[in-house]
């Protein structure tokens, strides 16, 4: 079956930064579109950053310049390169793989 499998959560302070990876099994995702969401409690999911196939990638606002998606398309990879992080940016965060989507990795930004 499909699974999408997150890594790379945990408790992080202000500033500091977190690698969370994404391994996806089950089909071949190198012409879908993957990337990440995040839910903070009591909160709708957002989408935090995809990409595409093609490379193109895409970030709410409040993260650009301070978080990274890449991809390795051939082994089903998805990637969120976090710096500077912000007790904001706590949340959990889901890996997407069109149209399918992870259990989640807990992020929590705190001193």
């Known amino acids: 079956q499909v699974q999408l499998v997150e890594s790379g959560g945990g408790l992080v302070q202000p500033g500091g930064s977190l690698r969370l990876s994404c391994r996806a099994s089950g089909r071949d995702f190198s012409m879908s579109t993957m990337g990440w969401y995040r839910q903070a409690p009591g909160k709708e999911r957002e989408m935090v950053a995809t990409?595409?196939?093609?490379?193109?990638?895409d970030y709410v606002e409040s993260v650009k310049g301070r978080f990274t998606v890449s991809r390795d398309r051939f082994n089903n990879m998805v990637y969120l390169q976090m710096s500077s992080l912000k007790p904001e940016d706590t949340a959990v965060y889901y890996c997407?793989?069109?149209?399918?989507w992870g259990q989640g990795t807990q992020v929590t930004v705190s001193s």
């Open positions: 997407y793989g069109q149209p399918y």
């Open positions: 990409m595409t196939h093609s490379g193109i990638a």
